[in-house]
């Protein structure tokens, strides 16, 4: 064979295997893909957010967790009760049983913290529950551990808690008048004050509702 057609065939070949090459990576990346897009996809449907850098995930809470998430809002509520002076607030003084009764009507959200060795502990540190009733998805309790504060956990449950009841007209919560964070989370997320109730001479209880446009929007198609 002439020398310059060997080097075409050559180069023709070389260039086949490449092409061959690429489309194998491309297939390959886009398998991790769809199967990167199918996992995701799974933790959405069950409920679960995932944050791969600092290894919380949120899900849905089961009986056994009951303890500690009451554990978690004691601590979580001291701060509020050293605002108003009043340690005598609901979620200081609610008892296991109590808090037992809420869990069979509502659903209870839980963020873990899980650690780098899968023999770690995991830890509950944060927590939010709601109910749905005639349209309106009623959402309390929302905690976070002190030390894990200010990290984004507490605007991450209420998404989540607000994706379970992705079906409800409008959402609604409440806080204390002197809970700026709180006010100011809520603000953040798209809530406005719409009442005001007062409970006595310290305390007045804010009301906050955030009307859920997508769900509005799919009944008007």
């Known amino acids: 064979m002439h020398t310059s057609k060997v080097y075409r065939f050559q180069i023709r070949s070389f260039n086949l295997l490449f092409k061959k090459v690429l489309t194998y990576s491309f297939l390959n990346e ?8 199918y996992d995701l996809t799974r933790l959405y449907n069950r409920g679960i957010d995932i944050d791969m850098d600092d290894g919380i995930e949120i899900e849905q809470a089961s009986l056994e967790d009951v303890e500690l998430i009451l554990q978690l809002q004691m601590r979580a509520y001291l701060s509020e009760a050293e605002i108003y002076n009043d340690y005598s607030i609901p979620p200081l003084i609610q008892s296991f049983n ?8 509502q ?5 873990i ?11 509950i540190i944060g927590s939010v529950r709601g109910y749905h009733d005639k349209g309106t998805a009623f959402i309390g309790r929302l905690i976070v551990k002190p030390e894990s ?3 984004g956990i507490g605007g991450r449950l209420m998404h989540a808690i607000e994706r379970r009841y992705e079906s409800a007209d409008r959402y ?6 002197k809970s700026a ?7 953040k997320l798209g809530y406005h004050e719409f009442k005001r109730v007062t409970v006595n001479d310290w305390l007045t209880m804010v009301f906050l509702e955030k ?4 769900n509005n929007q799919e009944q008007q198609k």
């Open 149 to 151: 504060q200010n990290k």
């Open 98 to 105: 109590e808090i037992k009764q809420e869990f069979s009507q």
């Open 113 to 123: 913290q899980k650690g780098k060795d899968a023999k770690d502990d995991i830890n």
């Open 30 to 37: 886009m398998f991790c893909f769809d199967r990167l897009l």
């Open 211 to 214: 009307y859920n446009n997508k």
């Open 181 to 187: 964070r709180n006010l100011h989370l809520y603000q």
């Open 107 to 111: 659903v209870f959200l839980k963020a």
């Open 172 to 177: 609604e919560l409440f806080t204390g008048h």
